[in-house]
């Protein structure tokens, strides 16, 4: 933007005149941008920072250059930019259908004592298992009955937990008892 100086020269009935010089300060037209997150998880907190003007006036309320929304569902939030008298206003939806859910299958939900079983986790990206062991898949031999909980994540950093008991029956046991014949 470049200020300048406006002449004007008025000249009157009879032949006189006068002149007046005016400055004009041009202001730049602010650009409002809007920068944060725009997927996200049901119930996250996002944060938004405010660039491209001198002051801020947020659909939220605040004036802030940062603020922090939380998102339940989709939600839109403007923001208006001020530079001088001038102002430009910018908008952005958050997006939060990143939700998941977690599930786990086995081939078996009750198993005999002393067998081994894989859990294999699903409807996420990442996957931590309650007995700290990380993946898609967990190799268990359960001593007795046993609930296994696996908690999936997505890149959005939404996440869901499934559990499952496998419940272990106990070993047959033999007995012999000998008769003598008479």
């Known amino acids: 933007a470049k200020d300048t100086t406006v ?28 920068s944060g997150d725009t997927l996200v ?12 003007g001198n002051t801020y006036q947020w659909s939220t309320g605040s004036s802030a250059n940062n603020i922090s929304v939380m998102a339940l569902s989709d939600t839109s939030v403007s923001l208006s930019a001020f530079s001088g008298n001038c102002s430009n206003t910018a908008s952005v939806i958050i997006k939060t259908n990143q939700t998941i859910t977690a599930t ?37 031999l359960p001593a007795g009955t046993t609930t296994y ?19 272990v029956t106990p070993s047959p046991t033999l007995s012999l008892t000998a008769c003598k014949e008479a």
């Open 7 to 34: 002449k004007a020269v008025v000249t009157f009935t009879g032949g006189c005149a006068d002149t007046a010089e005016y400055k004009i300060s041009v202001t730049e037209a602010p650009k409002a941008l809007i």
């Open 41 to 52: 998880c049901p119930g996250a907190t996002v944060s938004l920072k405010a660039s491209g």
């Open 104 to 140: 786990i299958f086995s081939y078996e939900d009750t198993i005999c004592a002393r067998t081994a079983l894989t859990l294999i986790a699903g409807g996420g990206e990442g996957y931590l298992w309650n007995t700290g062991a990380e993946g898609e898949q967990l190799g268990i």
């Open 149 to 167: 909980t696996v908690t999936a994540s997505n890149k959005y950093n939404c996440s869901d937990t499934e559990e499952i008991t496998i419940t």
